[in-house]
Nanobody
Framework: QVQLVESGGGSVQAGGSLRLSCTFSTYAHCLAWFRQAPGKGREVVALIEALGTTRYANSVKDRFTISKDNAENTLYLQMNNMRPEDTAMYYC?????????????????WGQGIQITVSS
């Protein structure tokens, strides 16, 4: 099993920045951030594979950056130029082996979620 714990959530004004962290208990080939806004489905925000390949949702490209520190077993999401539409619960997700899909069902392990609120 992979245990995931998110931190770093909170509130920010539009145009501001936040960084999310997620500690993972053991190796996972695929690590991702998802988000779920009220009344909407859970969608992928960004994904990073074991060798560092990254993928992003179109809505966050050039604003968000996913990264990881394998020595610290920590996944990050740097969020810049934030918008009110980024308001959501953010979840860290992991999958032990490849391939790395972009759907909820592709991930087995989930963090508890952390709230991000962006005010206009």
């Amino acid at each position: 099993q992979v245990q995931l714990v998110e931190s770093g959530g909170g509130s920010v004004q539009a145009g501001g920045s936040l960084r999310l962290s997620c500690t993972f208990s053991t190796y996972a080939h695929c690590l991702a951030w998802f988000r779920q806004a009220p009344g909407k489905g859970r969608e992928v925000v960004a994904l990073i594979e074991a060798l560092g390949t990254t993928r992003y949702a179109n809505s966050v490209k050039d604003r968000f950056t996913i990264s990881k520190d394998n020595a610290e077993n920590t996944l990050y999401l740097q969020m810049n130029n934030m918008r009110p539409e980024d308001t959501a619960m953010y979840y860290c997700a992991a999958r032990r082996g490849p391939p790395c899909g972009l759907e909820m069902g592709d991930f087995v392990y989930w963090g508890q979620g952390i709230q991000i609120t962006v005010s206009s």
